[in-house]
């Protein structure tokens, strides 16, 4: 893991000799283009076309999704992002282009860009306008802590589809034990029990993956355990203070376990009034964080006998996420001098 190059895939053109800046790309998972029906199809379409998120074969696979998933889960999520949804967009994408915003103004030498793998601005697009104009290096980094097939894999074949080996690209996989943003994740935690006060547990949440794809080798859930080990250690608590949970599961499969809805059933069952969440896999809030664990995941804790369920926030664009993200940026750029 760490910073790979890009393997072989499409023929290369030498870049132009008259561009010297270096690119940084941020790229995100993606999001509908508007809280709508029709927008929201057209973005679940091309996310789960992906062969990364679903595996099954196309045959069988296509059919599900375009007579049965899409028809029915697309007004049901239009409504959902209709909850969470921003004057200037979703918050995914809000958070993100001012996440580049912030990383552009701590890294003035290079031209920092965002893109999202599904959806609006198109990596592809992205991607081609900076091959096009003919940068020398250009730096991806996929806003994933923890590397999983799912997710950053598929941002790779990408960088390899649009830039193939005629060396310009780089993409880092993974920084799910990387100092700065470690002490980010901490000091965002610090900072909410300062203001609001400390529950009775801190809850971390992590986007699960189907556990299948553990057992065949998928590092994720262990670097997700050692993000919340690493965090744990920098905030000075005790093991029995922190939960590592898994959210969003989709399907009958088996995903990661203990479950964020079932642990908050448990723990509102069991007497615990006050927890913290925190969803350190998440660079930005996005639906998942703003309705699925601030919204739906606080009912569940509620209606089980907690009382207050108080999400911290994603770093999104604070300073210490972009001071984080820039000079881990720098340093991969200056490994390639």
Request: proline share 7%; charged share 20%.
């Amino acid at each position: 893991m760490g910073v790979r190059a890009c393997h072989p895939s499409v023929m290369s053109t030498a870049p132009s000799p008259h561009v010297a800046r270096d690119a940084v790309v941020l790229v995100n998972l993606g999001t509908p283009d508007a809280p709508t029906p029709k927008a929201v199809r057209r973005y679940l379409a091309e996310f789960l076309h992906d062969h990364r998120v679903v595996a099954l074969s196309r045959w069988l696979w296509c059919p599900i999704l375009h007579f049965v998933i899409l028809p029915f889960r697309s007004p049901r999520v239009a409504k959902l992002y209709a909850g969470v949804w921003m004057d200037d967009g979703s918050p995914l994408a809000v958070y993100t282009a001012r996440l580049a915003a912030a990383v552009q103004a701590e890294m003035p030498e290079a031209d920092v860009v965002h893109a999202m793998r599904y959806g609006n601005p198109s990596l592809r697009g992205v991607l081609q306008r900076l091959r096009d104009a003919g940068h020398a290096r250009v730096q991806v980094l996929p806003l994933y802590p923890q590397y999983s097939t799912t997710t950053t894999a598929s941002v790779g074949d990408v960088v390899d589809e649009i830039f193939g080996a005629d060396g310009a690209a780089r993409m880092r996989d993974e920084y799910h034990l990387d100092p700065d943003w470690i002490e980010a994740v901490a000091g965002s935690v610090r900072a909410h029990w300062a203001a609001h006060g400390r529950g009775e547990r801190l809850l971390f949440s992590f986007h699960g993956i189907p556990q299948r794809l553990a057992d065949a080798g998928d590092p994720y859930p262990a670097q997700c355990r050692a993000s919340v080990d690493a965090i744990v250690q920098a905030l000075d608590l005790a093991p029995t203070e922190a939960m590592l949970t898994f959210q969003s599961r989709f399907g009958r499969e088996p995903w990661l376990q203990p479950y964020t809805d079932e642990t908050l059933k448990a723990l509102g069952s069991a007497g615990v009034r006050t927890l913290d969440v925190v969803c350190p896999g998440f660079a930005v809030d996005c639906l998942e964080t703003l309705e699925e664990i601030a919204s739906q995941n606080a009912d569940v804790f509620h209606a089980h006998g907690g009382k207050d369920l108080r999400y911290i926030p994603c770093l999104n664009a604070s300073p210490a996420h972009a001071r984080a993200l820039a000079a881990l940026t720098r340093r991969d750029l200056d490994a390639r001098a």
